[in-house]
């Protein structure tokens, strides 16, 4: 949730270099952005609203800016940028940072919540501080302004945070120090080296193409870069912290979109080998969360939207494969088990990003009574990893899509293992899985998108669609549903089949689109049966089946895997919505009024 971009180094184009390092964010907010950099000791800044992507530097326009984005003639040059996913104040230009002081004495970009601003705020405009936006973020450059009454820069931010509360991320500038000063806490920041040369970013891919070398900055810690050199502090005793430089493998290729239209569709088809390389887990660690989740007193698996989706799939194949219950909530409803958690609880966490807030917050909650924490993440650099026992990486690689896929089915693939694992039947699990992603392998071809076209076509018009399922595809009805509403914009709505007759059914008519996730199962004749009851009404079934059905009106074919069931009836569910998105004219990648990460609560 919100792009921090930022260079420190002798390049002369450094707005140009930020922007495009912007670009490579924009996934995490599209409201606006805005840009800052200095020169002759002043700050310039650039704001703008709408998507960065459509952003040339070649052919913009700053008639009615300040700046002009072109060569910078400082010895270094500092300049920070930001992407804006708006959670204080509208989207607009005076709201998009970098936000500063009146003379822009303190200018910065920030991610995340200053949770107790107003009062800062209040305060703040006793001393004379004039605000212009509804923003917390002025109000951190504000109250970093009133410390340097009394404080150099450095010191004045040490201050500042120390009256900060929330999780957060922010790169500040001054326009008399030559220091850039970021501090990390809750929100992901990693530093790029290349020489004297720093890239301070959210994520990443998005300095990959300057340098693959980089400092994690962990939680509440700051650093501060002067003279092309770098100082790294502790936030809470200010002590200076030794930190070395980590090479790291990700390559620039799958961050990029190559011949694929979107990354939505990329990333579907990369099912084949993501898939793989979750099964691929190093054997002894599965083992031994196998073993402490048996050995546990509950075991509570936590994620949200569809992380979370992957956490109810795991209850379903835990009673299923090992016969052992545990227990699924979202992050944000966490705090209703805290009594129940012990030093003899485990929990696991589900995550594409690392950073979802309301995951972290139960993490915490969850550390505070002793709880061990194993996490299934994608970002390895992530918070969450970083905060966990144990790591299990689902390894699908950058994700860059706001509708997450092959890192869901990569996280259904490890919660699979697990439950094998735990039944004690870890080979057989693994063998099962090897063979479900081969079978995915022979289903993602071009004849197999182009059927589902084929019903994309026929529905791309309708308001209002449903899906079901029984058992572990209740879940994936659920999951089903959000891929459909976050970029086709339809109104999907996933149920427990059975549980139509009890008050949905009242919402089928003429014609209403009905997805039956229908599994080779003991529970095959019982969804049927559901499916009927809905055709009874009008609706227009969709089987999602090995074997097509009288009761179909349209059959996509999936393999028959048996327990791996999730992995393959969600995929075509994946495409449909891709596919729905673009007969649409939205933006599969960048759906309106989401972000990547969601690091607010
Ligand atoms: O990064 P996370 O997996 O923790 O994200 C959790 C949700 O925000 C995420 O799954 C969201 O629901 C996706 N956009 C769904 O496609």
């Given at each position: 949730m919100c792009g921090i971009f930022s260079y420190y180094g002798k390049k002369k184009n450094a707005p140009e270099i930020v922007i495009e390092g912007l670009k490579r964010l924009e996934y995490r907010g599209y409201d606006s952005w805005g840009i800052a950099y200095k020169q002759d000791s002043e700050i310039h800044v650039h704001k703008e609203t709408g998507k960065i992507s459509e952003f040339k530097v070649e052919t913009a326009d700053f008639k009615d800016s300040e700046v002009s984005i072109g060569e910078v003639k400082e010895k270094f040059t500092l300049s920070i940028g930001h992407s804006r996913w708006a959670t204080h104040g509208r989207v607009n230009k005076t709201n998009s940072h970098p936000h500063f002081t009146e003379d822009k004495d303190i200018v910065l970009v920030h991610n995340g919540i200053f949770e107790n601003y107003s009062e800062v705020k209040a305060y703040l405009k006793k001393k004379g501080h004039k605000f212009i936006t509804e923003t917390d973020t002025e109000v951190i450059?504000?109250?970093?302004?009133?410390?340097l009454k009394t404080h150099d820069f450095l010191?004045?931010?040490?201050?500042?945070?120390?009256?900060?509360?929330?999780r957060f991320a922010f790169v500040v500038i001054s326009k008399n120090s030559n220091k850039m000063v970021a501090a990390r806490k809750g929100s992901p920041l990693i530093i790029g080296v290349k020489g004297k040369e720093y890239f301070i970013a959210s994520d990443i891919p998005a300095f990959l193409p300057h340098t693959n070398k980089i400092y994690y900055l962990d939680d509440n810690q700051l650093c501060s870069i002067e003279n092309g050199e770098i100082e790294f502090f502790d936030m809470d005793s200010f002590d200076p912290i030794e930190k070395r430089i980590v090479e790291i493998e990700l390559d620039i290729e799958s961050a990029e979109k190559g011949e694929f239209p979107h990354f939505m569709i990329k990333e579907i088809m990369e099912q084949k080998d993501t898939l793989n390389r979750a099964i691929n887990q190093n054997e002894d660690q599965i083992l031994k969360v196998a073993d402490a989740i048996n050995k546990a007193y509950g075991t509570y698996v936590v994620g949200c939207g569809t992380a979370g989706k992957v956490g109810m799939v795991g209850e379903f194949l835990f009673s299923k494969i090992a016969k052992k219950h545990i227990n699924f909530s979202f992050g944000s409803e966490f705090t209703s088990h805290k009594p129940f958690l012990t030093n003899k609880t485990l929990m696991i966490a589900i995550s594409q990003s690392g950073e979802t807030a309301d995951t972290l917050e139960a993490i915490e909650a969850a550390k505070e009574k002793g709880v061990k924490i194993v996490s299934i993440v994608n970002v390895e650099s992530s918070t969450m990893a970083r905060m966990s026992d144990i790591v299990?990486?689902?390894?699908?690689?950058?994700?860059?899509a706001v509708a997450s896929t092959k890192a869901t089915t990569s996280q259904i693939a490890i919660m699979t293992l697990l439950a094998y694992a735990c039944a004690g039947k870890l080979y057989e699990g693994k063998q099962l899985l090897i063979n479900t992603a081969s079978q995915i392998n022979d289903m993602l071809n071009p004849r197999y998108e182009e059927h589902i076209m084929g019903i994309a076509k026929r529905i791309q018009d309708v308001e209002s669609m449903y899906i079901i399922g029984r058992d572990v595809n209740y879940p994936i009805a659920l999951e089903s549903a959000i891929k459909l509403q976050e970029v086709s914009y339809i109104?999907?709505?996933?149920?427990?089949?059975g549980e139509l007759k009890h008050g949905p059914i009242a919402l089928i008519s003429e014609n209403t689109p009905v997805i039956a996730l229908v599994s080779n199962d003991e529970y095959k004749k019982e969804i049927l049966s559901n499916a009927m009851e809905v055709k009874s009404r009008g609706g227009y079934i969709i089987g999602v089946a090995p074997e097509n059905e009288d009761v179909f009106d349209f059959w996509i074919r999936v393999p028959d895997t048996g327990n791996t069931s999730p992995l393959v009836n969600i995929i075509p569910v994946q495409i449909l919505a891709y596919q729905l998105a673009v007969l649409r004219k939205n933006d599969p990648d960048k759906p309106r009024n989401l972000a990547k990460s969601v690091t607010v609560k």
């Open positions: 450059a504000h109250l970093i302004e009133e410390h010191e004045a931010v040490k201050m500042a945070i120390k009256e900060m509360e929330g299990l990486p689902i390894k699908a690689g950058p994700e860059k109104h999907a709505e996933g149920f427990a089949a």
